[in-house]
């Protein structure tokens, strides 16, 4: 039987502390968004839009080369590699040998990627081969590519962080866990990964539930908001269940404020992005 998770609150946050956010960009962390197809390239620049909201000090976002001058010019803060693609415009999957070249702090990989083969191939190449320091977080099609070839998670056991929803806890186990924190327990204990899923995080520090953030949460792109997040203070030098706690609490705690302000719906995951360093210098 899973045990109710520990509340998330301000004074159990201040115990898990964040690394200081001092020094140039730099030592703040780089992270690098490996996502965004040709029809979807915004959601890797919303992952790398919430990374540097939480203080991470250089992004570099790769993407459909069809689509990256685009996104350059629409986001100057960020380095933007374009990636060979194929017809339909998904990245291909031979691309390790660029994206080892970013040398980053932490990778977030799937926010906009389209193809589970050119992405399984993706993980094939590069994970084997990234350093010992980097830290690693899988959304979207990544996950799927891990339900299907659990084995991909063993070069980064440890320093890996994963953001399924429901259904995707479903396909990483093999089966439906009888609910989100029966679900985040048991997919970290396989993957040997932090899980954050439905406001309950889980990994080796044990099982945490953040408030309910409210249904506008519920919205196109608040996904790679939140994994972007994590990604974010992966690359500031936090542990994988730090900034998988922080960045759930943070995304939720971000949507209450917008709720309070402009209603509960309707509000935009760009939104909830600029809404996360209120919240970080608020807690």
Do not use: Y
Request: with cysteine.
């Amino acid at each position: 039987m899973t045990r109710r998770p520990d509340p998330v609150t301000p004074r159990l946050l201040r115990r898990h502390p964040l690394p200081t956010a001092s020094g140039g960009k730099r030592q703040r962390g780089s992270v690098l968004v490996v996502g965004g197809s040709r029809r979807t390239p915004g959601a890797a620049a919303l992952t790398g839009l919430a990374a540097l909201r939480v203080g991470a000090g250089r992004l570099t976002l790769a993407m459909a080369e069809s689509v990256s001058p685009a996104v350059a010019v629409s986001f100057p803060e960020a380095g933007v590699v374009g990636l060979p693609e194929d017809a339909d415009g998904s990245p291909l999957g031979d691309c390790a040998d660029t994206l080892l070249a970013e040398d980053a702090d932490a990778i977030v990989i799937g926010p906009g990627l389209t193809d589970i083969d050119q992405t399984t191939a993706l993980l094939q190449g590069l994970l084997p081969r990234l350093s010992a320091d980097t830290t690693v977080a899988l959304d979207a099609f990544a996950l799927g590519a891990l339900a299907n070839h659990p084995e991909l998670a063993k070069p980064v056991a440890g320093r890996l962080l994963l953001t399924p929803n429901s259904t995707e806890v479903e396909l990483l186990l093999g089966q439906a866990p009888k609910d989100d924190a029966t679900g985040a327990r048991d997919t970290a204990r396989r993957f040997d990964a932090v899980v954050c899923c439905g406001g309950v995080v889980a990994g080796p520090d044990g099982l945490v539930e953040v408030r309910e953030g409210g249904p506008g949460l519920g919205t196109s792109g608040s996904g790679d908001v939140l994994v972007g997040a994590a990604g974010g203070l992966l690359a500031r030098g936090a542990s994988p269940q730090t900034a998988g706690m922080w960045a759930t609490w943070l995304h939720n705690a971000a949507g209450e404020r917008i709720a309070r302000q402009a209603g509960p719906i309707g509000f935009l995951a760009r939104e909830l992005a600029d809404g996360l360093r209120h919240q970080l210098t608020a807690t």
